[in-house]
Each structure stands twice: as C-alpha cells, then as structure tokens.
T-cell receptor, first 113, second 113 residues
Framework: DGGITQSPKYLFRKEGQNVTLSCEQN?????MYWYRQDPGQGLRLIYY???????QKGDIAEGYSVSREKKESFPLTVTSAQKNPTAFYLC????????????FGEGSRLTVL | GNSVTQMEGPVTLSEEAFLTINCTYT??????LFWYVQYPGEGLQLLLK?????DKGSNKGFEATYRKETTSFHLEKGSVQVSDSAVYFC????????????FGGGTRLMVKP
C-alpha cells in the first residue's frame, strides 16, 4: 500500500545528543514537510521540500536540519541546539507544492531525558 | 498573515449528541478549507474539504460549509459515536501563500457511551 512511513515511533535521547527521524514515502510525491506538534498548539512547520535536492525553512527551523537527496526520503535531524526538543513530530507529503491532499505519517514521539 | 482559530477543547459529549466545532479563519487570498482528524497515537487524516465559498464538504456523517461572509468553516455531526473521539484540526491553504497549510490549534472531542 502507498503511504508515508515514519520511524522510530518512540525515541528517547539524552540532552545534548543529535537524533535523526526517518520519513519515507512511496506515493511519488514531490513535496514533503515536517511539522512539530505540542499540546494545545496545533502543528507548526519546521522544514519543507518542494522538490528533491531543495528545501526551505518553515516557521520554527532553528535547531533542526533536513536533507532531500532522494524523492522518497526526507529525514529530520533534531540537533543539540534545539532548546526544547521533546514533542510529537509529523511528516507529510503532497503531490506537488501547490496541489493535492496532504498525507501524514503516523508520527514520531521524541522524549529528551 | 494567515491564521485559523478553533474553539478550545476538550469537548465532551454523550453518544448520539449533536456536535459543532467552531472554526474561523483569516487569509489574504481565496483559501481552500480543510478539516483533519487525528486519532490517538496517529498522524492526521483528511476528513473533508471545501475549495470555494458556499461549498459543503462532507464525509462519515461530518459536514462543514465554507462561509465567506463570516470567514467560518464550522464542523458539525448530527449524532456522534464513541469512535469519533479524536482531535480535530481546521486548516486553510492559501493560493496567495504558495498553498502552504495553516492549522488551527486543534479541538479534542471526547464521546462517552
């Protein structure tokens, strides 16, 4: 079945460590997105990529990094510079940056101890 | 800039009660409007959408009408079930802003048997 796969589902890390969250899609979508979800705050855009080998900062990019070397993959690295990394992270994709429904993965919950 | 405002939750209802979740928006262009649903521990799924004024989106017994005059897109269901318990997000996509999605803060619905 086509869809978006995020891994791991749960991740625990010590303060000061970088962690990388995986996002893979087999929908042949050009555009991919990373959102952060905190209780009561809805979704905030971290980074997005409209096409392979290109990406742009969203509203809260500080302390995060991404790459888009392959169309199907858009990993997110949460660096030690991110002051409050404990959150639920959602990856999404759509056919192009301007068209199509937004499809979401099941999310990754990161807890920094 | 664009924004979406939803009523704060949680909304607690008994089974078979009538549901309304209010959503109002501010946008610079002519947005498309969406409702997404998030079941516990999962990503978001598109519930319904409307792309122009007076359109009504509907799915699984839920409905919402795009009201340009009141800049609203309230979600309604005539008879809720326990399985409808989830978090509901209102969102807009503005073609003047590259069709990026802006999400509301989410409203948690709890339906008791």
């Amino acid at each position: 079945d086509g869809g978006i796969t995020q891994s791991p589902k749960y991740l625990f890390r010590k303060e000061g460590q970088n962690v990388t969250l995986s996002c893979e899609q087999n929908l042949n979508h050009d555009a991919m997105y990373w959102y952060r979800q905190d209780p009561g705050q809805g979704l905030r855009l971290i980074y997005y990529s409209q096409i392979v080998n290109d990406f742009q900062k969203g509203d809260i990019a500080e302390g995060y990094s991404v790459s888009r070397e392959k169309k199907e993959s858009f990993p997110l690295t949460v660096t030690s510079a991110q002051k409050n990394p404990t959150a639920f992270y959602l990856c999404a994709s759509r056919l192009t940056a301007n068209t199509g429904e937004l499809f979401f993965g099941e999310g990754s919950r990161l807890t920094v101890l | 800039g664009n924004s979406v405002t939803q009523m704060e939750g949680p909304v607690t209802l008994s089974e078979e009660a009538f549901l309304t979740i209010n959503c109002t928006y501010t946008a610079t262009g002519y947005p498309s409007l969406f409702w997404y649903v998030q079941y516990p521990g999962e990503g978001l799924q598109l519930l319904l959408k409307a792309t122009k004024a007076d359109d009504k989106g509907s799915n699984k017994g839920f409905e919402a009408t795009y009201r340009k005059e009141t800049t609203s897109f309230h979600l309604e269901k005539g008879s809720v079930q326990v399985s409808d318990s989830a978090v509901y997000f209102c969102a807009l996509s503005d073609n003047n802003a590259g069709n990026m999605l802006t999400f509301g803060g989410g409203t948690r619905l709890m339906v008791k048997p």
